[in-house]
C-alpha cells in the first residue's frame, strides 16, 4: 500500500536520491514514501532543479517494486503517475478543465506548470526491480525566484493556504487507486484517460526540434511513449523525450 509508511524529513538535498540509498541497502519496502518538509537539491528533468520554497510545497519520492510490468511497458509507470497527481490537483482545486498532462509527465493548470513528476527505473532482466517517482507540486508558494519559466501554485490560482499533510493524503488516495489500475493491467483506460487531457492535444501550435521550428497538432502519445504529431499538410511526425520542445 502506497503511504503505509512515510519517512519525514526536515531537510534534505534530494528525495529520489535518499530513496535510492535505501534501495540499494534493501532497507524499504514497496509504497514508502519520503517527504521532504525543505528540499534544496531537487532534480528535474536531466540537468534542470526543481524549486521549493522550505515548507510551502509538496516534495515525495515513493518507492514502487513494479514486477508485474513488463518492460516494454515501463512508460504506463509515467501513465499512471500524471494521472495520480492531475486526480489530486483536480481534487484540491475542485476543477478539471484546466488541469493537464503535459507530455510525458509535468502537470499544467492552464499554460503554467503546477506539478514535475521524475522517475527513475531499475531493470532486472525482463522485469522492473523498483522505480522511483519524485514529485514535486507547487502548493503554498507564492512567488517564485529561479529562471523556471511558467511556475504556479495552488495558492496561486486559488487565493487559499492548504495544509500540505491533507494534500500528501489525497495524493496516497489517488496514487493507490492509480496503481491498483497498472497492477490490473487496465492499460487501455489508463492511455485512454491520459490522452483526455494531454495538454493541447488537436491543437496547433509551434515545436522547436533541434534548430527548427515547426507547426503541427499533437494527435497522441505511443505505448512506448513517443510524441505523436500531425502537420497542417497532414504529415505524421513522431518523437522520443527530449527531441522535441515545446514553445510555451
Known amino acids: 500500500m502506497i503511504g503505509k509508511k512515510i519517512i519525514e524529513l526536515d531537510n534534505i538535498a534530494s528525495t529520489n536520491r535518499y530513496a535510492l540509498s535505501l534501495v540499494n541497502k534493501e532497507k524499504i519496502e514497496e509504497g514508502t514514501i519520503i517527504y521532504a518538509i525543505n528540499q534544496n537539491d531537487g532534480k528535474g528533468t536531466g540537468n534542470n532543479k526543481w524549486e521549493s520554497e522550505n515548507g510551502k ?63 527513475e527505473n531499475s531493470i532486472l532482466g525482463d522485469t522492473m526491480e523498483y522505480a522511483i517517482v519524485g514529485i514535486g507540486i507547487n502548493i503554498n508558494q507564492e512567488k517564485f525566484i529561479s529562471n523556471a519559466p511558467n511556475p504556479v501554485s495552488l495558492f496561486n490560482i486559488s487565493g487559499k493556504t492548504y495544509n500540505l499533510k491533507e494534500c500528501l493524503s489525497q495524493l496516497n488516495f489517488c496514487f493507490n487507486k492509480r496503481y491498483e489500475e497498472l497492477k490490473q493491467k487496465n492499460l487501455k483506460m489508463l492511455m485512454q484517460e491520459y490522452h483526455e487531457i494531454l495538454y493541447r492535444k488537436d491543437i496547433f501550435a509551434s515545436f522547436k526540434v533541434k534548430n527548427t521550428y515547426i507547426y503541427a497538432k499533437i494527435n497522441g502519445v505511443t505505448e512506448y511513449g513517443n510524441l505523436q504529431l500531425i502537420k497542417e499538410n497532414g504529415e505524421k511526425l513522431e518523437f522520443a523525450h527530449k527531441e522535441i520542445e515545446y514553445i510555451i
Open 57 to 119: 510545497n509538496l516534495t515525495i519520492s515513493i518507492v514502487l517494486k513494479p514486477h508485474f510490468l513488463p518492460i516494454h511497458t515501463q512508460f504506463y509507470l509515467n501513465v499512471f503517475s500524471s494521472l495520480a497527481v492531475s486526480d489530486m490537483i483536480q481534487h484540491m482545486l475542485a476543477c478539471k478543465e484546466q488541469v493537464k498532462i503535459k507530455w510525458p509527465n509535468d502537470i499544467y493548470y492552464e499554460n503554467k506548470k503546477i506539478s514535475g513528476i521524475l522517475i
